[in-house]
């Protein structure tokens, strides 16, 4: 197993953030996506220039339940 941080390779003056989100279901899902793209103050962040974070190092996937409560 290996750390977030030795996966993204993080610089020791450099944080690794990890984040989720769960949502209702796959239409919630592509609501919310959806909504997201459309706002406006996400088109100031999508230059890959001015991003706060290296999107190469950025890792991301999805998950299905396989035990719930």
Same mark, same amino acid.
């Given at each position: %197993?290996?750390? *977030?941080?030795? +996966? ?6 450099? =944080?690794?953030? *990890? +984040?989720?989100?769960? *949502? ?5 899902? $592509?609501?919310? &996506?959806?909504?997201? %793209? +459309? $706002? /406006? @103050?996400?088109?100031? %962040? =999508? &230059? /890959? $220039?001015?991003?706060? *974070? $290296? @999107?190469?190092?950025m890792a991301y996937d999805g998950f299905i339940v396989i035990v719930s409560h």
């Amino acid at each position: %197993m290996i750390s *977030f941080k030795k +996966a993204a390779e993080a610089e020791e003056n450099e =944080t690794v953030v *990890f +984040a989720w989100i769960v *949502f209702e279901s796959e239409i919630h899902r $592509d609501q919310v &996506n959806k909504a997201v %793209m +459309a $706002d /406006p @103050c996400l088109s100031k %962040m =999508t &230059n /890959p $220039d001015a991003m706060p *974070f $290296d @999107c190469k190092r950025m890792a991301y996937d999805g998950f299905i339940v396989i035990v719930s409560h």
